[in-house]
């Protein structure tokens, strides 16, 4: 993401992120092209954020079209009927977008994202996954992988008042600043996959309970051949087998994955808005993070329940996968 320097009318635009950031910091911003795949009202926010913040170029991809209740989420669609019906939520939210900073490039990209090829992902400098199936997080996750650049990967998902960011910057150099001095360090990140497989008796006994949780959704949603939140109580049953099953297998005690807990994210599945700008706004920091370098970024989930009020950041990377 090295290139030309800023202009005057972008140093201009964004000089009080740049006092707090620093040029070199905006330049690598301003050249960074991001892909955001699967519109919701907490990538809504995401996009929101990282067009303020100046990127380069933002490129949408859902060919969902937009209906009401995606109105009680996401900001950026009008709420007049007779805007929004027949329209795409992408091409909704890029028109919104475009508004908020005319120097960022936002355009919409249709196809189905697991069709496109190693060379679609490789335009990008971030991919920023939402409303996807477990297999297809695996599938662009392991795209990005191949690719002889570095893509930055995450996934972003809010089930009712939770939230689940995952990170895969692979190896990933930064600084920090410690006291008055600068540090130079660097992470390595497995992949979502290699995260996942984790054997669950390999975890830490005060794990986030979403963790887990997240974990047998997914499962059961590809198992009964499910669209990303397409649950509803009747199928809770059917989600407390699976657990149970899960349980069994990984040696974890089933209380670990509260059945009260499951049934809340079962029950109401659909985000609930006022957490959608909190991990929209975590998502969007670190992604500024990745993109210049600065400050030390998230590795590699952060979970968050509001009805607790707790962000929590677990390292998946440091546990023996069992291969």
Sequence with gaps: MDGEELTEQETALYDRQIRVWGADAQRRLSKAHILVC??????????????LAGVGSLTLVDDRVATEEALSANFLIP????????????ELCRDSLKDFNPMVRVSVEKGDLSNFGG??????????????????????????????????????????SCG?????????????????????????YPSFEESISVPWKALPRKMSKLYFAMRVIERFEEAEQRKPGEV???????VLKLKKEFCESQSLKESHIPDAFLERLVTDPREFPPVCPI??????QE??????GKGEPLKNFFFFDAMDGKGIIEDLSNFNTGS
């Excluded at 679609?120 to 650049?149: A, G, P, Q």
Aim: charged residues 25%; aromatic residues 8%.
């Design 287 to 292: 992604v500024i993070k990745a993109i210049s």
């Design 232 to 238: 509803s109580i009747a199928d809770l049953p059917g």
């Design 79 to 90: 709420c007049d009927e007779s805007v929004y019906g027949g329209k795409t939520l992408t």
């Design 119 to 160: 060379e679609f992902y490789s335009n990008f400098d971030v991919v920023v996954i939402s409303c996807c199936s477990l297999s297809t997080k695996k599938l662009i996750n392991e795209k990005c992988r191949k690719l002889s650049k570095r893509v930055a990967f995450y996934t972003v998902d809010c089930r009712d």
């Design 164 to 188: 689940e960011i995952f990170v895969d910057l692979q190896l990933h150099k930064y600084s920090k600043q410690k006291l008055e001095e600068t540090i130079e360090c660097e992470h390595n």
């Design 38 to 51: 699967g519109i919701n009202g907490t990538t809504a926010e995401f996009c929101k954020n990282i067009v």
């Design 279 to 284: 991990i929209g706004g975590i998502l969007g």
